[in-house]
């Protein structure tokens, strides 16, 4: 059964990262679709470029030590931590940067993408965070568990979108893939909890550095852009963009210095 629900496995994802478009096309047309497209390329940028990769490494990796369950958990731990410092700043700075930096590398005709792109960030870290757990089910002979959790995906954007999509817009479709990446998360925490003996509070210290780092660097975010407005420091918005970005990238890099320190 292995190669049969990697084979079916593959298909539902073809599908998952599809469909969503797909009816967003269909039932919207094609300008709806080239503001959604933007938005959830940049949404799920860590998640595309960093999955496959780390897929890559983490199988052979996972496989060589999946009858030490020991070593299996805290492999696993570590992976979910330091993927969390990656994606969760990185869906974070989009929801509260996401507006200047539409503005900047796109310009105002692309403006209309930003409610889309600061909601389906919070997808893009729901997507980024399990990819350390999808190669322990291929590890431990369970491929069928990513064909269940993929499938139950796409039947969720199918119950979620279609019936919803003409009635309330573009932005009701990225709040069911939103749904969707949750609930699946969820589940892929569930699961792995379930086969590795993961307490919930181990999973909480993995992304305790990333989390509280966020959290500081969102409220620098606010501060500064609270202070550019109320000095009334009319910048020309790459000015603000690079300034709020630098401000963001220092005030997280140092948060997780002092976390480990």
Known sequence: HFGKFLFLGSVVIYLQMSF????????LGITALGLYAIA???????????????QKILFPAYSRIKDDLSNLRSAFLKTLKYIGMISIPFGLGLVFLGGEFLEVAFGEKWLAA???????????????????IKPIFLALGKPKFNFWINLLQVLMFFIFIAPFAKMFG????????????????????????????VKIGAIYLSLRPALISSLFMVLGIIL???????????????????????SAL????FTILAIRS
């Not at 969503?20 to 039932?27: Q, T």
């Open 20 to 27: 969503d478009k797909i009816l967003v096309g269909k039932l």
């Open 40 to 54: 959830y390329n940049f949404a799920n940028f860590s998640n595309q470029y960093l999955g496959s990769r780390i």
């Open 114 to 132: 930003i409610p889309l792109l600061k909601i389906l960030a919070w997808a893009g870290i729901c997507n980024a965070l399990p990819l350390c």
């Open 170 to 197: 573009v932005n009701c479709i990225a709040i069911a893939v939103v749904i969707a990446s949750f609930i699946t998360m969820i589940l892929c925490l569930f699961w792995v909890m379930k086969l590795l003996s």
């Open 224 to 246: 500064i852009k609270n202070t550019l407005e109320y000095f009334q420091i009319n910048n020309l918005a790459y000015q603000n963009f690079i300034i709020l970005f630098i």
């Open 250 to 253: 220092l005030t997280y890099g």
